[in-house]
């Protein structure tokens, strides 16, 4: 083979697969395109996206409304639940966790009583509201990989205080026998114990505060050593 072809057929391979990710990404209405040729069928590309063609009077997008994009945490509602005629979002999701993850804390009583309250869902038991403790909600308890984790709250007054993960505050599940006309938790709930209260300076009687939280680094040495 000479050299010159087989320079020409390398240069037509790059062509091929530059070529590629457009053949693979035909967008539809509202979806990002860079040209005419990345949207479908009779579909024209303004301002980045997908639309009818106004000149040729196309309705191709008409009822076709864009997808709502997700909230801007990341983390959409997964269905409604109604509890006495009031509608309530649900969440499989929490917003992402970050070095100091915004939160609200709220007040979580963890011993056995007739409270209608469960034991934790750690480890099925009930714990001494003495003890520095937590409940998250759904997505941050990320179906119990975080039991047992330290986590650092803060308080907006600047104390901190460590407590560990013991139960899940459900953002999937509430007006139902479980959960007697208790909506579904939010999504980002730290269903925290007097103790952690206490630490924190606040007042339960507050009944919601914002904190912020981030966890604590996964070592066996610190979470043995930390017995509440
Ligand atoms: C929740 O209910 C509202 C109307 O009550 C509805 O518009 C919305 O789509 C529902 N959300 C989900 C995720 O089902
Ligand atoms: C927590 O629940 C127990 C058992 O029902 C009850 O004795 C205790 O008073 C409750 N604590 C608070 C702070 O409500
Ligand atoms: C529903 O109504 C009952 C009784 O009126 C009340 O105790 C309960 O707190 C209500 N639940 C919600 C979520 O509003
Ligand atoms: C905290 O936990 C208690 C007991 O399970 C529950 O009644 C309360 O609704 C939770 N808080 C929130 C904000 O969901
Ligand atoms: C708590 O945080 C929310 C937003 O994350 C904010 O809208 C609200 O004003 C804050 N509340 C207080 C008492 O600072």
Redesign the pocket.
Known sequence: MRKSTLIFLIYLLFQLISLLPHVASISNCNEPCRNLNDCDGQLICIDGKCHDDPTEMTNICQGNPPVPAPSADGCSPSGNLTCNGTSYPTYSCSPAITSST?A?LTNNNFSQGDDGGGPSECDGKYHSNKNLIVGLSTGWYNGGTRCNQVIHIQA?NGRSVKAKVVDECDSRHGCDEEHPRQPPCEYDIVNASDAVWEALGLNIDDGV??VTWFEEKKSPVLVLSCTF
């Open positions: 915004p609200k907006d505060v914002n």
